[in-house]
Structure formats: structure tokens, C-alpha cells
């Protein structure tokens, strides 16, 4: 009989569900994946905790998602929170009240592991040769993931979309010195970055993963309806990154809504994560950059396959 495995993962900006059903020693078939842009670390930065109505938004998700689990009959689960977890003081009481709800026990994974699992997630689903880089934008940190084949080098850094946005974008549309402060401290992480992955720059594949990426892919495509297939494995170019910011950056929030593509509860977030991308193409100097919609819960779902 098969076994039908799952991934939760709680993050700064969206909680999401993968349940699948293995195949063969590292292939699956995904039987639902699902994303809920639920904002766990709204106010996370500024109070160093988590905030009530953000963890009730969470808990409902939560909820919802382990009946989905009990009617996919799964045999073994795996549940991890990240960044705003991590950062935030009162996180026993989420991690209680999230064990109560789902009866699984969550795992706070930290940057190094987050970054191990969703590199094995990414690299796992596009075949490639020669050294790749993983760069995942979270809400609350950007995971970097280097290596050739398996994981050699990573490095967390304390810059995600959510983060950003509440740090530096109180204006709307952002004013030209809000993003020139966001991008003067993105840039000295990316210091950090070239120092523990000395390598960085001579790696031959780019991928990119997370909702920042996937959203300026459907944007640059002009999709109105999420398609897995037009997104996973799309290439970006430096220019195409750039436009997407320009048009998002110099527009209010009803004009970035109206753009084909753009979510709802992405829409306050969004040009903090493009100040994030469109630095690391500038700064790291890459061309292009992949998507790739296999990450972390993918990640998380090969490390338990047998």
C-alpha cells in the first residue's frame, strides 16, 4: 500500500500544506498543496512577539488543514515554523496552542535547517549540473543554500518581505528614500552572504523560491490565475525583475492590486520582497534567476522518505 506523507509549514507571512503520496524511493505524487497568506509575523519585528488576532488567523488555518490531513489517511507528518517563530518570545504559547489543534507537535527549524530543507526541496525537481544556489524570501529571513549536489554553504539573513515592509514602507506609493534605506540595509546583509559563501557567484543555476518570486513571476507573465506549470521553472532576467519592481514601487496599493497576477494578501508585501530580489541581482551581479515551486515542504517531505 502506499504511503501518503505531509509537510506543514508555518512561516512569517503564509502557512502551507503539501500532502502527497510517495511513488519510489524519492519520487511522490502530490495529492494537495496549499498556501494560506495568514501574516504570523505582523508586528513580529518592532514587538519581538507574536500577535493575538495573527496566531487566531494561524490556528484557523491549522485547523483546516488537519482535516485535510485525517481524510488523506496520513501516515507520518511533518511540521516545522520558521523566522517569525524563531524571532518571537511568547512563541511557546503558539506552539502549544498549535500542537493542540493538530495533535502534531511542531519543530522550530533555524535558518541553517531551513535552508537544508529547501534546498533539497528545490534542487531535487529541476535537473541540472554544476553548482546551484537556492534563494528563498521569506517573510521574516532569506535562506541562501549553495552547493553542488547536496548543501556545502548556506546563510539566514534577518531580511524578508514582511520585515522589510513594516521597517521601511510607511508611505504608499513607498517614497524613492524608503526604498534606498531598505535596499542600503539589504545591502550590508548581502556582505554577510559573499563572506559565508565565498563561492557564491560562480554557481551556474539560480533558483528562486517562495512567494516574492512566484508573484513577480505571474506578474512579468501577465497570469491572471495561479498555473503551477507557467510558474515552476519560469527564468526571470536581472531586466525582467527590474521592471516588475519599477511598475510595483512607483504605484499605490489599488494599482499594484490591479496588476494580473497580484494577491491580496500579498499586495502590502510585495515591494518589500522586490527591493530584497531586484538587490541580490544587482549586488551578487546574476542575469537570471529560476523559479522553482518545489522548496522547503518538498524538502521536508523527501527527509522523510525511506
Same mark, same amino acid.
Given at each position: 500500500?502506499?504511503?501518503?506523507?505531509?509537510?506543514?509549514?508555518?512561516?512569517?507571512? $503564509?502557512?502551507r500544506l503539501l500532502?502527497?503520496?510517495?511513488?519510489?524511493?524519492?519520487?511522490?505524487?502530490?495529492?494537495?498543496?496549499?498556501?494560506?497568506?495568514?501574516?504570523?509575523?505582523?508586528?513580529?519585528? #518592532?514587538?519581538?512577539?507574536?500577535?493575538?488576532?495573527?496566531?487566531?488567523?494561524?490556528?484557523?488555518?491549522?485547523?483546516?488543514?488537519?482535516?485535510?490531513?485525517?481524510?488523506?489517511?496520513?501516515?507520518?507528518?511533518?511540521?516545522?515554523?520558521?523566522?517569525?517563530?524563531?524571532?518571537?518570545?511568547?512563541?511557546?504559547?503558539?506552539?502549544?496552542?498549535?500542537?493542540?489543534?493538530?495533535?502534531?507537535?511542531?519543530?522550530?527549524?533555524?535558518?541553517?535547517?531551513?535552508?537544508?530543507?529547501?534546498?533539497?526541496?528545490?534542487?531535487?525537481?529541476?535537473?541540472?549540473?554544476?553548482?546551484?544556489?537556492?534563494?528563498?524570501?521569506?517573510?521574516?529571513?532569506?535562506?541562501?543554500?549553495?552547493?553542488?549536489?547536496?548543501?556545502?554553504?548556506?546563510?539566514?539573513?534577518?531580511?524578508?518581505?514582511? #520585515?522589510?515592509?513594516?521597517?521601511?514602507?510607511?508611505?504608499?506609493?513607498?517614497?524613492?528614500?524608503?526604498?534606498?534605506?531598505?535596499?542600503?540595509?539589504?545591502?550590508?546583509?548581502?556582505?554577510d552572504v559573499l563572506?559565508?559563501?565565498?563561492?557564491?557567484?560562480?554557481?551556474?543555476?539560480?533558483?528562486?523560491?517562495?512567494?516574492?518570486?512566484?508573484?513577480?513571476?505571474?506578474?512579468?507573465?501577465?497570469?491572471?490565475?495561479?498555473?503551477?506549470? $507557467?510558474?515552476?521553472?519560469?527564468?526571470? $532576467?536581472?531586466?525582467?525583475?527590474?521592471?516588475?519592481?519599477?511598475?510595483?514601487?512607483?504605484?499605490?496599493?489599488?494599482?499594484?492590486? $490591479?496588476?494580473?497576477?497580484?494577491?491580496?494578501?500579498?499586495?502590502?508585501?510585495?515591494?518589500?520582497?522586490?527591493?530584497?530580489?531586484?538587490?541580490?541581482?544587482?549586488?551578487?551581479?546574476?542575469?537570471?534567476?529560476?523559479?522553482?515551486?518545489?522548496?522547503?515542504?518538498?524538502?521536508?517531505?523527501?527527509?522523510?522518505?525511506?
Amino acid at each position: 500500500m502506499a504511503k501518503t506523507l505531509a509537510a506543514i509549514d508555518c512561516g512569517t507571512n $503564509s502557512t502551507r500544506l503539501l500532502i502527497v503520496e510517495q511513488t519510489g524511493q524519492r519520487e511522490y505524487k502530490t495529492l494537495h498543496r496549499e498556501a494560506q497568506i495568514t501574516r504570523l509575523g505582523e508586528g513580529t519585528d #518592532r514587538t519581538q512577539e507574536l500577535g493575538t488576532e495573527a496566531m487566531d488567523r494561524v490556528l484557523a488555518t491549522l485547523i483546516d488543514f488537519a482535516g485535510k490531513i485525517k481524510d488523506h489517511d496520513v501516515s507520518e507528518i511533518k511540521f516545522v515554523a520558521t523566522s517569525a517563530v524563531r524571532d518571537a518570545r511568547n512563541r511557546d504559547i503558539f506552539l502549544m496552542a498549535a500542537e493542540e489543534v493538530t495533535t502534531i507537535k511542531p519543530e522550530i527549524l533555524d535558518g541553517s535547517d531551513e535552508a537544508r530543507f529547501t534546498f533539497l526541496g528545490a534542487t531535487n525537481s529541476i535537473s541540472s549540473t554544476g553548482p546551484s544556489l537556492v534563494i528563498d524570501i521569506g517573510g521574516g529571513s532569506t535562506e541562501f543554500a549553495f552547493g553542488e549536489g547536496e548543501l556545502e554553504f548556506s546563510h539566514s539573513a534577518d531580511i524578508g518581505c514582511v #520585515r522589510i515592509s513594516e521597517r521601511f514602507i510607511a508611505n504608499d506609493p513607498p517614497l524613492p528614500e524608503e526604498l534606498s534605506a531598505a535596499q542600503s540595509l539589504i545591502d550590508l546583509h548581502l556582505d554577510d552572504v559573499l563572506m559565508d559563501i565565498p563561492s557564491i557567484q560562480s554557481t551556474t543555476n539560480i533558483y528562486g523560491v517562495a512567494g516574492t518570486i512566484s508573484a513577480t513571476s505571474m506578474i512579468e507573465q501577465g497570469l491572471p490565475d495561479y498555473n503551477f506549470d $507557467s510558474v515552476h521553472g519560469h527564468i526571470m $532576467s536581472k531586466q525582467d525583475i527590474e521592471e516588475v519592481f519599477r511598475l510595483l514601487a512607483t504605484d499605490n496599493r489599488e494599482g499594484r492590486l $490591479s496588476n494580473p497576477g497580484m494577491e491580496e494578501g500579498r499586495v502590502d508585501v510585495i515591494v518589500g520582497g522586490l527591493c530584497i530580489l531586484a538587490q541580490i541581482m544587482r549586488k551578487l551581479e546574476f542575469e537570471q534567476i529560476q523559479v522553482s515551486e518545489s522548496d522547503i515542504l518538498d524538502g521536508l517531505i523527501l527527509s522523510q522518505m525511506k
